[in-house]
């Protein structure tokens, strides 16, 4: 197996016998993981070639690309149910059980840019004043 080959076989692992409902699907679902394999080579081999870097470097860069972009997602989510949520935010607590943070955490994951972001999304301003704002009250 080349490397980019055994590169794609990690990133789109098979399934194991057992975990495929119905069972009667194994045999499908191993297709299509072999055919994202291939997708995957595919692309690899051709990213590689075109930009004179290591797959196996491209593929971490790409997992770190994914990684930023959820904790990103994660920071929204936070600001959502602390800033926007109904008359009540979420606990700090909850949150950070749920979001793998510490309950600190959660209260400094998030700021006033994620804030923006979300209210610009759904349409609305935050149910509590900005940080900024609560900032400047208290001086």
Same mark, same amino acid.
């Given at each position: ?36 394999? /291939? ?96 900032? /400047?009250?208290?001086?």
């Amino acid at each position: 197996m080349h490397s980019i080959d055994e590169l794609a076989a990690l990133r789109n692992p098979l399934p194991l016998p057992g975990t495929v409902t119905p069972e009667d699907c194994y045999t499908d679902a191993c297709e299509q993981v072999e055919e994202q394999r /291939k997708k995957d080579a595919l692309h690899l081999e051709a990213a590689s070639d075109d930009l004179q870097v290591d797959p196996l470097l491209l593929a971490l860069d790409d997992l770190k690309t994914q990684k930023e972009a959820i904790h990103a997602e994660i920071r929204r989510l936070l600001a959502y149910g602390r800033e926007f949520h109904g008359s009540r935010p979420y606990g700090l607590e909850e949150l950070a059980r749920h979001a793998g943070y510490s309950f600190s955490g959660v209260r400094t994951a998030y700021g006033d840019k994620e804030i923006q972001y979300v209210a610009d999304q759904i349409g609305r301003e935050a149910n509590r004043p900005s940080r900024t704002g609560r900032a /400047k009250d208290t001086l």
